[in-house]
């Protein structure tokens, strides 16, 4: 009598799974990964191939500030160049506006107090460049320090090489970081050294500013910070005035220092009618901006070298070690007790603020604070717990209405509960806990994001140096709300974070990215990383159907998807936990997708009407299992989903 064929359906659902033994993992979890890469589990149901990122401006971020010739008739192979933010590098290539060619940096002398660079080149200048001519790297070696996309400003900003940049439309970079001081201007002829009286001044200059006096030669460095009296002050400057300044010589402010600054951070709000970003670097005074204003807070010394910030209650929050400082209520640059500014301190080292349903949590590295209240007169500082805290402050992040952030034992996940004030503290990373540790390592970087539209947490890791390709992330997607078991994970490999940003505008997500090359990229745009294929894997766990002492005979294997494009790969089935001398069947090839164009989005002579795609990859597989695991392998194409497999076999005999 016939042995009659059954039918073995498997949902693909709850990503990647390592805390189960693999026998319990395929009887439990059949529709789980035992391996997965650059699979995001979706909303929508399957595994869903991620997308890929592209440049979000094709020119680099420049890397050592608005740099300009530092005095007119030099010649050979030295160049000396001011507003230098950041020491350049040998092997650094540049151009200077009015000079042909391209120049090579063999030497470098730099001196980080008047923001000058003595470069020694390869060849020998052209010709002499004017005083002031721009000098543009084309090629630098520093370090992108900050990434962050403003609804206010539709725009990108990016910290780098000391100076902070905006690109609204791809279209090249513009300096942000010059301060407005108002119409400065030169009070009084004759003025001779290393002080210069001026008036005309609405702001503060501050250390580190950089300047040109009309009719002077040379790039001037603010050295110390000026009293401003009534619009006037006295700048002390280096170096000393080539020439002695015309009255009411014009003063033009050419960029200010964020020299050293490492790991920015950032927050908007709104005091005055006008979307502003607040941004701490850990080594400078704070910075607020706009795409067209820019203006360093100086009010308190409590605040320079601050490592986080925070708009909460119409105050602004900055973490400096333990210390937590906030301004007077809507106005950002007002640290006076009495106008309702102050500080606090937390039980260790802060490691990050996040505004949550009407309270501010303050994570240290050791416990985690609340702030409750509305201003500085009722202000309490309570405490969530003692026993567990971040380890990495990039990592905190608000997904579907909780906080999820990395503990000293994996994604840690803080939500409210239903009681008033209550939290739940869970481990969203438990059912891939050993593919976790082995992810945190020590002395290495993480920064993390969310992709909104697609209920998504994703956490990077950076090591200097590391190979793009190499690169390790997490997603983590959240099917149900307050439910820190409902996260399910997908790997990635290929994507080098060191800083990221997301946010909403309008309709429009935009996620971006920098690491420790020169260009800031944006995630979920194209099928490439930046014009490399995407290799993908879906492994399932070693499966029992039905009975793990039954042997089963193997008939065939029809993968339903979800195409966005054409898509072709590999299935290969594995048999009885792949052990040692077990004859294994060959992979089968898949192919299938194409275009096609839907009802509504046909332009006459522009295609033809037909079918849908082929959505099912249907392969006659052979052999006999008492176990069986089916290994899909993709290298490229567009981004698809696997959505459910149906495996045809037949039950024989017991073990």
Same mark, same amino acid.
């Given at each position: ?116 660079? &003595? @470069? /020694?080149?390869?060849?020998? %200048?052209?010709? *002499? #460049? !004017? =005083?002031? $001519? +721009? ?98 002050? &006295? @700048? /002390?400057?280096?170096?000393? %005035?080539?020439? *002695? #300044? !015309? =009255?009411? $010589? +014009? ?405």
């Amino acid at each position: 009598m016939p042995t009659a064929w059954e039918t073995f359906p498997i949902e693909l659902t709850g990503g990647l799974v390592s805390n189960l033994s693999r026998l319990q993992h395929g009887l439990k979890a059949p529709g789980s990964a035992r391996v997965l890469k650059n699979f995001e589990p979706s909303v929508k149901g399957g595994y869903r191939r991620i997308n890929g990122f592209s440049k979000f401006d094709p020119d680099i971020v420049p890397p050592y500030g608005p740099t300009v010739v530092h005095a007119s008739g030099q010649t050979g192979t030295t160049l000396i160049i001011g507003c230098v933010y950041e020491e350049p590098t040998i092997g650094d290539t540049l151009t200077i506006t009015g000079v042909t060619g391209t120049y090579t940096v063999s030497g470098v002398t730099y001196d980080i107090a008047t923001k000058r660079a &003595t @470069l /020694t080149l390869s060849t020998s %200048l052209a010709t *002499s #460049p !004017a =005083d002031l $001519a +721009a000098v543009t790297f084309t090629y630098g070696q520093s370090r992108i320090e900050g990434v962050f996309y403003s609804a206010g400003d539709a725009a990108s900003f990016a910290l780098r090489g000391g100076s902070l940049w905006t690109s609204a439309t791809g279209a090249g970079w513009t300096l942000v970081s010059k301060q407005d001081y108002g119409t400065p201007l030169v009070n009084g002829g004759s003025q001779t050294g290393t002080s210069l009286i001026v008036d005309g001044l609405t702001g503060t200059p501050a250390v580190g500013d950089t300047i040109s006096v009309s009719g002077v030669e040379l790039v001037y460095t603010v050295t110390a910070v000026p009293t401003v009296t009534a619009g006037g002050a &006295t @700048l /002390t400057i280096d170096p000393a %005035l080539d020439s *002695s #300044p !015309a =009255d009411n $010589a +014009a003063i033009t402010v050419r960029g200010a220092s964020h020299t050293g600054g490492v790991k920015a951070r950032f927050a908007q709000f709104n005091f005055s009618g006008v979307i502003e970003t607040a941004m701490v670097d850990g080594v400078n005074y704070p910075a607020v901006f706009n795409s067209t204003s820019y203006k360093v807070l100086q009010g308190t010394t409590d605040i320079l070298a601050a490592t986080f910030v925070e708009e909460f209650k119409d105050h602004l929050f900055f973490a400096k070690s333990d210390l937590i400082t906030y301004c007077a209520p809507f106005n950002e640059d007002d640290f006076t007790p009495a106008n309702g500014a102050g500080s606090f301190r937390l039980p260790s080292t802060c490691t990050g603020l996040i505004t949550f349903r009407e309270q501010m949590v303050c994570f240290s590295d050791l416990n985690i604070r609340r702030l409750q209240g509305t201003s500085g007169a009722d202000f309490t500082l309570t405490s969530i717990t003692n026993d567990i805290g971040c380890s990495h402050g990039d990592s905190i992040q608000e997904v579907g209405g909780d906080i999820l952030f990395l503990g000293p034992d994996g994604i840690r996940f803080l939500g409210a509960t239903e009681r008033i004030g209550d939290f739940n503290l869970s481990l969203a990373s438990r059912q891939i806990q050993d593919d976790f540790t082995a992810f945190v390592q020590p002395d290495t970087d993480y920064c993390s994001n969310v992709v909104r539209e697609k209920n998504q947490y994703r956490i990077f890791k950076y090591t200097t140096g590391e190979d793009k390709t190499g690169s390790d992330a997490f997603i983590g997607t959240q099917f149900m709300d307050q439910n820190a078991q409902s996260i399910s994970w997908g790997p990635t490999k290929g994507i080098l974070a060191y800083r990221t940003s997301s946010t909403y505008v309008s309709d429009t997500e935009f996620v971006l990215f920098s690491n420790d090359d020169e260009y800031v990229y944006r995630m979920e745009s194209g099928a490439t990383f930046d014009g490399v294929a995407i290799t993908s894997q879906f492994h399932t766990p070693f499966m029992a159907v039905n009975d793990p002492t039954m042997r089963k005979t193997a008939y065939s294997v029809d993968t339903y998807f979800d195409p966005e494009g054409s898509v072709t790969g590999t299935v290969t089935p594995k048999y009885d936990f792949n052990v040692p001398n077990k004859i294994q069947p060959n992979a089968r090839s898949l192919t299938g997708g194409g275009s096609f164009i839907e009802w509504g989005a046909f332009t006459w002579g522009g295609g033809s009407y037909g079918g849908l795609p082929d959505t099912v990859f249907k392969q006659n597989v052979t052999g006999s299992f008492y176990t069986i695991s089916l290994q899909y392998e993709f290298d490229g194409g567009e981004p698809f989903v696997l959505d459910t497999v149906l495996l045809e076999y037949a039950t024989e005999d017991r073990k």
